[in-house]
T-cell receptor
Framework: DVKVTQSSRYLVKRTGEKVFLECVQD?????MFWYRQDPGLGLRLIYF???????EKGDIPEGYSVSREKKERFSLILESASTNQTSMYLC??????????????????FGQGTRLTVV | AQSVTQPDIHITVSEGASLELRCNYS??????LFWYVQSPGQGLQLLLK????DTLVQGIKGFEAEFKRSQSSFNLRKPSVHWSDAAEYFC???????????WGAGTKLIIKP
């Protein structure tokens, strides 16, 4: 059974703290993603990574950074947490899309989410 | 810019009634299309996907979706909803040239007993 695991379900942190959210997948997927989810806004992409040590900014990267030292692990870092970063954070992974237009199984598999509260 | 629209923020249906959730996308070619469901406090689970071929796609939990190219739509349907279907439903599109999924804002389904 495929699995994406986020290290915490709930986190409470103080303003200004450095926060690490960890995500591990066991499917040997190349692509990994971090989203935040807020009511009425759907899912917004923060960062994604298509290979080890590679990363690309998504739609809302400000205030965040990421690390992908190993294929199975993708970490989201809040350098200095602020109250407007209180949100649900979702990690996902997917297979690499083949070249020449061939589409591999690109559906995303999600972790259970981390609800972060910054006080 | 590519976009996905789910025009209904909330939908309320009675248990046993039929359901249709709407999804429209803005994209020149035929994208790859997905519906996901999110139960309260959980991550997202794939319900079904369309890549090519038959435009009526069957998914898990008794859901189906129909791709209509002329309307740029990919609406989700279920003939008879159960209380356990109460959740938020997200439509997503993968343009051919991109790793990313473009997401709709979601539709929250409420089931009346």
């Amino acid at each position: 059974d495929v699995k994406v695991t986020q290290s915490s379900r709930y986190l409470v942190k103080r303003t200004g703290e450095k926060v690490f959210l960890e995500c591990v997948q066991d499917m040997d997927h190349e692509n990994m993603f971090w989203y935040r989810q807020d009511p009425g806004l759907g899912l917004r992409l923060i960062y994604f990574s298509y290979d080890v040590k590679m990363k690309e900014k998504g739609d809302i990267p400000e205030g965040y950074s990421v690390s992908r030292e190993k294929k199975e692990r993708f970490s989201l870092i809040l350098e200095s947490a602020s109250t407007n970063q209180t949100s649900m954070y979702l990690c996902a992974s997917s297979l690499f899309r083949g070249g020449g237009g061939a589409l591999l199984n690109t559906e995303a598999f999600f972790g259970q989410g981390t609800r972060l509260t910054v006080v | 810019a590519q976009s996905v629209t789910q025009p209904d923020i909330h939908i309320t249906v009675s248990e046993g009634a039929s359901l249709e959730l709407r999804c429209n996308y803005s994209y020149g070619a035929t994208p790859y299309l997905f519906w996901y469901v999110q139960s309260p406090g959980q991550g997202l689970q794939l319900l079904l996907k369309y890549f090519s071929g038959d435009t009526l796609v069957q998914g898990i939990k008794g859901f189906e979706a129909e791709f209509k190219r002329s309307q740029s739509s990919f609406n989700l349907r279920k003939p008879s909803v159960h209380w356990s279907d109460a959740a938020e439903y997200f439509c997503a599109v993968a343009p051919d040239s991109n790793y990313q999924l473009i997401w709709g804002a979601g539709t929250k389904l409420i089931i009346k007993p």
